[in-house]
């Protein structure tokens, strides 16, 4: 008896878990139900009601639907989460978490966000995971709390300072904590504490909220307090630009440094005014396109080191390009400077107008590595990978070319040639080939430096047009014949413009940059470093 | 009647159209030469090729329908090179070597500006497909594009009603249409209670590649505690590089969004998109749009292009409102007589690829709705807004100080460009 009543007992204890669980659960269905329905101003009330539910399985719904990978399955209106996977979507019910097969895009309605509600799900992820197990998720909601803080997440907020451990993201919790403060109706004292933890902070996230604080407070000594938080913040930033600009200067000067150094060895020491310079550079990114184009339909794994194949082949590729070009045209043309510049420029046309031919007029889309996307923080300067990368490798080709230059015989002879033609010819150096290979040599160098812009740049016929009067520029200022005085041309010019653009804008910026040179080449006809000596006659 | 009796009818019914169609053909009247300036080479190919083939469609799909006015039609292409003198000189060899009955043509409003006396002194029909400045009214160009209010100004209110901006960055291109532009939104946005201190100007140079410091400046300028948006003028390839930017400096689109006037999906095609979800544009026409008519003419189109993920865009969308009006008109006129066309154009009414109508105003603007989308994953993008019904394009903008009096109707007795209202006589500033 004791037994039955027991199991009774047990039972009806079972049927009301169960039915209280089915009724969880039915509430968190018709929640999820509701974000698929109605506008967008529906939509924001539902995402409150689904934040506020406190379950657990809200957050990734409501990531997904930031994401906009939630979905409604067409034919029978259950509401999925579907993650891309080939040409179709695997598809997890969003409710239950449970797998529910595949399907095409065409199958289902996506639910739609726009950037309004990404925010207001952001925040409220934000609150949701604050106690997620992942330090960095936790840092990430702090983020996002402390770019739009909620009043109402003050509670959670105390509740994880309370049990964090990880120190740096407690700091994130307490800033957070502070930017919530000032955005809630807490006293006076209670803002100004929180004032100079905002402050402390020191970053454009902090200024930006204590120029809220500032622009929203009601009492005078708040808005003081946070008025001078901000002027404090601002100076620091202050110091922080001059740097960033440094850095931008240098990143810019890379650029030039990548784009004029081969011009540095056709123009500056053979001589020849090379249009079709920057149509080198242009095969150079062409090349990076097909290259990625291959991997991408035979080998996907190897995409991350798409760039590195596309070195070589586009230094053959642009370096062959400028041997033929030598040795088809220019040949017949030393010593005819003008006749030199027009055969070039026709060229360019022709190559820019061939290259439109095969690929089309559209710009092609070259992709970033993982190792070049991204970006890292140098305290308040954000420096991305793909820029540092660029520095780093337009530092390698030029130590690389002068070590070529100095140490090879090709080196050698190729200097022996450009200073004195007939004296190298009779102790038997075969100038001919020595003058194609240098040509190929400054082309291939033109085609390395398309493979590295074509990460920055437009991967267009035209690309090479945008950079060939800034390589003449670099080359002429920095003293033709001269590789040093390209690298050190390349980077003041980098520098200035970067420190003229804020103040004068970028179009006033190069034209000033431009005047500049002009008088410094009338100061110095031979630009920074002139070659001394017998040899520049 | 046995099935053989019907087939035979058939072939009889089917051979005397064929020969009524050859017949009129043989007849001698010519076919109707149309003529397309678009830039094949140079800087504007990257957009102007899309709409160099999408007139060939047109003309193909119209002939297969048995052309206009029981004639063919020829397409006369010519490649002023993205070169502004060199389109005045083609367009003049279009309409005196040539002959042709219209143009369609033009990119940029530096070109429009360079063909249009051209156009008046030898009394051709252009159809300028691209949104543009406004501050013009031509009696031989009809402009199917957008005018500043029917593109920049709901994008501005979209902003300010759903997003709360209230700090404003206009950055552009340094030419006329983004200078233009950018002169009436501010006049605007003033209008509406904004400060001077809150508006940041921004021009660059033509294919600006380094953009850097520019997005630290914008970064800087948004770190004022007022949410911030960047209103984007800038045109043709610039934008690649500064979208990855954006991205790369970490500007999100919650944070601070970027709505831009020259950024399609024909853009879009060389970016990868992802970092960018969520960025606007404001046009009168997206691809995403779902509805019979645009779903036909998408496929249509990829079928003429050969290539299953060729993309659309609202330029080529003007040009199928463009050359549909002009059929209608030429119809309705029954000649290809420029003065008749001109005449039989104002009112026409043509379906547009957004499931509306659109029709051509007094002023040679055509009725259009503006739709506000966002970038997504794909490159293509989601309408987030819609106008109720249709914008009139209004050519002299009102927030100007030296076009608000002025309006422009075609129509007789006025037929006048610039009337001014307020001095009650034709001409006034402006072109």
Same mark, same amino acid.
């Given at each position: 008896?004791?037994?039955?009543?027991?199991?009774?007992?047990?039972?009806?204890?079972?049927?009301?878990?169960?039915?209280?669980?089915?009724?969880?659960?039915?509430?968190?269905?018709?929640?999820?139900?509701?974000?698929?329905?109605?506008?967008?101003?529906?939509?924001?009330?539902?995402?409150?009601?689904?934040?506020?539910?406190?379950?657990?399985?809200?957050?990734?719904?409501?990531?997904?639907?930031?994401?906009?990978?939630?979905?409604?399955?067409?034919?029978?209106?259950?509401?999925?989460?579907?993650?891309?996977?080939?040409?179709?979507?695997?598809?997890?019910?969003?409710?239950?978490?449970?797998?529910?097969?595949?399907?095409?895009?065409?199958?289902?309605?996506?639910?739609?966000?726009?950037?309004?509600?990404?925010?207001?799900?952001?925040?409220?992820?934000?609150?949701?995971?604050?106690?997620?197990?992942?330090?960095?998720?936790?840092?990430?909601?702090?983020?996002?709390?402390?770019?739009?803080?909620?009043?109402? +997440? /003050?509670?959670? &907020?105390?509740? @994880?300072?309370?049990?964090? %451990?990880?120190?740096? *993201? =407690?700091? !994130?919790?307490?800033? #957070?904590?502070?930017?919530?403060?000032?955005?809630?109706?807490?006293?006076?004292?209670?803002?100004?504490?929180?004032?100079?933890?905002?402050?402390?902070?020191?970053?454009?996230? +902090? /200024?930006?909220? &204590?120029?809220? @604080?500032?622009?929203?407070? %009601?009492?005078?000594? *708040? =808005?003081? !307090?946070?008025?001078? #938080?901000?002027?404090?913040?601002?100076?620091?930033?202050?110091?922080?630009?001059?740097?960033?600009?440094?850095?931008?200067?240098?990143?810019?000067?890379?650029?030039?440094?990548? +784009?004029?150094?081969? &011009?540095?060895?056709?123009?500056?020491?053979?001589?020849?005014?090379?249009?079709?310079?920057?149509?080198?550079?242009?095969?150079?990114?062409?090349?990076?396109?097909?290259?990625?184009?291959?991997?991408?339909?035979?080998?996907?794994?190897?995409?991350?080191?798409?760039?590195?194949?596309?070195?070589?082949?586009?230094? &053959?590729?642009?370096?062959?390009?400028?041997?033929?070009?030598?040795?088809?045209?220019?040949?017949?043309?030393?010593?005819?400077?003008?006749?030199?510049?027009?055969?070039?420029?026709?060229?360019?046309?022709?190559?820019?107008?061939?290259?439109?031919?095969?690929?089309?007029?559209?710009?092609?889309?070259?992709?970033?590595?993982?190792?070049?996307?991204?970006?890292?923080?140098?305290?308040?300067?954000?420096?991305?990978?793909?820029?540092?990368?660029?520095?780093?490798?337009?530092?390698?080709?030029?130590?690389?070319?002068?070590?070529?230059?100095?140490?090879?015989?090709?080196?050698?002879?190729?200097?022996?040639?450009?200073?004195?033609?007939?004296?190298?010819?009779?102790?038997?150096?075969?100038?001919?080939?020595?003058?194609?290979?240098?040509?190929?040599?400054?082309?291939?160098?033109?085609?390395?430096?398309?493979?590295?812009?074509?990460?920055?740049?437009?991967?267009?016929?035209?690309?090479?047009?945008?950079?060939?009067?800034?390589?003449?520029?670099?080359?002429?200022?920095?003293?033709?014949?001269?590789?040093?005085?390209?690298?050190?041309?390349?980077?003041?010019?980098?520098?200035?413009?970067?420190?003229?653009?804020?103040?004068?804008?970028?179009?006033?910026?190069?034209?000033?940059?431009?005047?500049?040179?002009?008088?410094?080449?009338?100061?110095?006809?031979?630009?920074?470093?002139?070659?001394?000596?017998?040899?520049?006659? | 009647?046995?099935?053989?009796?019907?087939?035979?009818?058939?072939?009889?019914?089917?051979?005397?159209?064929?020969?009524?169609?050859?017949?009129?053909?043989?007849?001698?009247?010519?076919?109707?030469?149309?003529?397309?300036?678009?830039?094949?080479?140079?800087?504007?190919?990257?957009?102007?090729?899309?709409?160099?083939?999408?007139?060939?469609?047109?003309?193909?799909?119209?002939?297969?329908?048995?052309?206009?006015?029981?004639?063919?039609?020829?397409?006369?292409?010519?490649?002023?090179?993205?070169?502004?003198?060199?389109?005045?000189?083609?367009?003049?060899?279009?309409?005196?070597?040539?002959?042709?009955?219209?143009?369609?043509?033009?990119?940029?409003?530096?070109?429009?500006?360079?063909?249009?006396?051209?156009?008046?002194?030898?009394?051709?029909?252009?159809?300028?497909?691209?949104?543009?400045?406004?501050?013009?009214?031509?009696?031989?160009?009809?402009?199917?594009?957008?005018?500043?209010?029917?593109?920049?100004?709901?994008?501005?209110?979209?902003?300010?009603?759903?997003?709360?901006?209230?700090?404003?960055?206009?950055?552009?291109?340094?030419?006329?249409?983004?200078?233009?532009?950018?002169?009436?939104?501010?006049?605007?946005?003033?209008?509406?209670?904004?400060?001077?201190?809150?508006?940041?100007?921004?021009?660059?140079?033509?294919?600006?590649?380094?953009?850097?410091?520019?997005?630290?400046?914008?970064?800087?300028?948004?770190?004022?505690?007022?949410?911030?948006?960047?209103?984007?003028?800038?045109?043709?390839?610039?934008?690649?590089?500064?979208?990855?930017?954006?991205?790369?400096?970490?500007?999100?689109?919650?944070?601070?969004?970027?709505?831009?006037?020259?950024?399609?999906?024909?853009?879009?095609?060389?970016?990868?998109?992802?970092?960018?979800?969520?960025?606007?544009?404001?046009?009168?026409?997206?691809?995403?749009?779902?509805?019979?008519?645009?779903?036909?003419?998408?496929?249509?189109?990829?079928?003429?292009?050969?290539?299953?993920?060729?993309?659309?865009?609202?330029?080529?969308?003007?040009?199928?409102?463009?050359?549909?009006?002009?059929?209608?008109?030429?119809?309705?006129?029954?000649?290809?007589?420029?003065?008749?066309?001109?005449?039989?154009?104002?009112?026409?009414?043509?379906?547009?690829?957004?499931?509306?109508?659109?029709?051509?105003?007094?002023?040679?603007?055509?009725?259009?709705?503006?739709?506000?989308?966002?970038?997504?994953?794909?490159?293509?993008?989601?309408?987030?807004?819609?106008?109720?019904?249709?914008?009139?394009?209004?050519?002299?903008?009102?927030?100007?100080?030296?076009?608000?009096?002025?309006?422009?109707?075609?129509?007789?007795?006025?037929?006048?460009?610039?009337?001014?209202?307020?001095?009650?006589?034709?001409?006034?500033?402006?072109?």
């Amino acid at each position: 008896m004791f037994l039955f009543r027991s199991l009774a007992v047990l039972f009806s204890a079972l049927a009301s878990l169960t039915i209280a669980v089915a009724a969880l659960a039915a509430d968190l269905q018709s929640l999820v139900t509701n974000l698929t329905a109605g506008s967008f101003g529906d939509r924001e009330t539902a995402i409150g009601a689904l934040a506020s539910s406190g379950d657990a399985r809200a957050a990734p719904i409501l990531e997904a639907l930031g994401a906009g990978q939630l979905y409604v399955r067409t034919s029978d209106k259950l509401v999925v989460i579907g993650k891309p996977s080939g040409n179709q979507l695997t598809l997890t019910e969003a409710v239950s978490g449970a797998a529910a097969g595949a399907a095409t895009e065409s199958e289902l309605e996506r639910v739609r966000v726009n950037n309004r509600l990404r925010g207001i799900i952001e925040a409220a992820v934000g609150s949701l995971t604050l106690m997620s197990p992942d330090a960095r998720v936790r840092r990430g909601a702090a983020d996002s709390l402390f770019k739009r803080p909620e009043p109402a +997440a /003050l509670g959670p &907020l105390d509740a @994880a300072i309370a049990g964090e %451990k990880d120190a740096r *993201v =407690k700091q !994130a919790f307490t800033e #957070a904590r502070a930017a919530v403060v000032l955005a809630s109706d807490a006293t006076a004292q209670q803002k100004i504490d929180a004032i100079g933890i905002v402050r402390d902070r020191g970053d454009r996230e +902090a /200024l930006s909220v &204590l120029q809220g @604080a500032a622009n929203n407070a %009601k009492e005078p000594e *708040v =808005k003081a !307090a946070a008025l001078a #938080a901000a002027e404090t913040v601002r100076q620091t930033l202050a110091a922080w630009e001059a740097a960033q600009n440094v850095w931008y200067g240098i990143s810019l000067g890379s650029v030039l440094l990548l +784009a004029a150094i081969g &011009l540095a060895i056709t123009f500056g020491t053979m001589g020849v005014i090379n249009m079709a310079h920057g149509e080198m550079v242009m095969l150079g990114a062409y090349t990076t396109f097909v290259v990625q184009e291959i991997i991408r339909t035979s080998a996907p794994h190897l995409f991350d080191a798409s760039l590195l194949i596309a070195l070589p082949l586009a230094f &053959l590729v642009a370096g062959g390009v400028g041997i033929l070009i030598e040795r088809g045209i220019i040949r017949f043309l030393y010593g005819r400077p003008l006749d030199t510049l027009l055969a070039t420029w026709g060229l360019s046309l022709v190559l820019q107008q061939a290259v439109r031919s095969i690929f089309g007029s559209s710009n092609r889309e070259v992709g970033a590595p993982s190792w070049m996307s991204g970006a890292f923080q140098v305290g308040q300067i954000n420096v991305t990978y793909g820029r540092l990368w660029i520095v780093i490798f337009a530092l390698i080709v030029f130590a690389s070319l002068i070590l070529l230059l100095r140490k090879t015989s090709l080196g050698l002879y190729m200097r022996a040639v450009t200073q004195n033609r007939p004296m190298a010819s009779a102790v038997g150096i075969r100038t001919p080939r020595v003058d194609a290979l240098t040509f190929g040599l400054g082309s291939g160098i033109a085609g390395l430096a398309g493979v590295a812009l074509s990460q920055i740049d437009n991967v267009s016929p035209n690309l090479g047009q945008g950079y060939i009067i800034d390589s003449f520029m670099v080359v002429v200022f920095g003293g033709v014949g001269n590789l040093f005085g390209t690298l050190i041309g390349a980077l003041t010019l980098g520098v200035v413009n970067k420190f003229l653009e804020p103040y004068a804008g970028a179009v006033l910026g190069k034209i000033l940059v431009l005047v500049f040179i002009i008088l410094f080449i009338q100061r110095r006809p031979r630009g920074l470093f002139a070659l001394k000596g017998r040899s520049v006659e | 009647m046995n099935l053989g009796t019907i087939m035979r009818t058939g072939l009889v019914a089917a051979g005397l159209l064929a020969s009524a169609a050859t017949g009129a053909l043989a007849q001698g009247a010519p076919p109707i030469k149309v003529g397309i300036l678009h830039s094949l080479s140079g800087t504007m190919a990257i957009s102007e090729t899309t709409l160099k083939d999408v007139m060939l469609m047109l003309i193909e799909e119209q002939n297969k329908k048995g052309g206009v006015l029981g004639r063919k039609l020829e397409p006369v292409v010519v490649d002023p090179a993205s070169n502004w003198p060199l389109f005045a000189e083609k367009a003049r060899e279009l309409l005196q070597k040539d002959k042709v009955a219209a143009v369609f043509g033009c990119w940029t409003s530096v070109s429009r500006k360079s063909v249009l006396p051209v156009f008046e002194e030898l009394n051709g029909i252009l159809f300028y497909p691209v949104q543009y400045e406004g501050e013009e009214s031509s009696r031989n160009v009809f402009y199917t594009g957008a005018a500043p209010n029917q593109q920049a100004i709901p994008a501005v209110d979209y902003l300010m009603a759903n997003e709360k901006v209230q700090r404003w960055v206009l950055a552009g291109t340094d030419y006329v249409y983004p200078r233009t532009t950018n002169k009436i939104l501010e006049a605007y946005l003033k209008s509406k209670g904004v400060a001077q201190e809150d508006i940041l100007i921004n021009y660059t140079p033509f294919g600006h590649s380094d953009w850097q410091s520019i997005v630290a400046d914008i970064k800087k300028f948004g770190s004022a505690g007022k949410k911030t948006a960047v209103v984007s003028t800038i045109n043709g390839d610039a934008n690649v590089p500064f979208y990855k930017e954006l991205g790369n400096q970490g500007i999100k689109a919650k944070d601070i969004p970027v709505v831009a006037f020259s950024v399609g999906e024909e853009e879009l095609a060389g970016i990868d998109t992802k970092p960018l979800v969520g960025h606007l544009a404001a046009w009168n026409y997206f691809q995403s749009v779902k509805n019979p008519t645009n779903e036909a003419f998408i496929k249509t189109w990829q079928t003429f292009t050969k290539n299953p993920k060729r993309v659309t865009n609202d330029p080529m969308e003007a040009h199928v409102i463009g050359f549909n009006m002009w059929i209608e008109a030429v119809k309705k006129a029954g000649t290809t007589d420029s003065d008749a066309v001109i005449d039989a154009m104002i009112g026409v009414s043509v379906p547009n690829l957004t499931g509306g109508y659109s029709a051509m105003l007094p002023n040679h603007h055509i009725t259009k709705p503006v739709l506000i989308g966002e970038i997504q994953g794909n490159g293509q993008f989601d309408v987030v807004s819609q106008t109720n019904g249709l914008v009139l394009g209004d050519e002299w903008s009102d927030y100007l100080p030296d076009s608000k009096d002025l309006i422009s109707d075609w129509r007789k007795p006025m037929n006048c460009g610039n009337f001014n209202v307020a001095t009650g006589k034709c001409g006034g500033k402006g072109k």
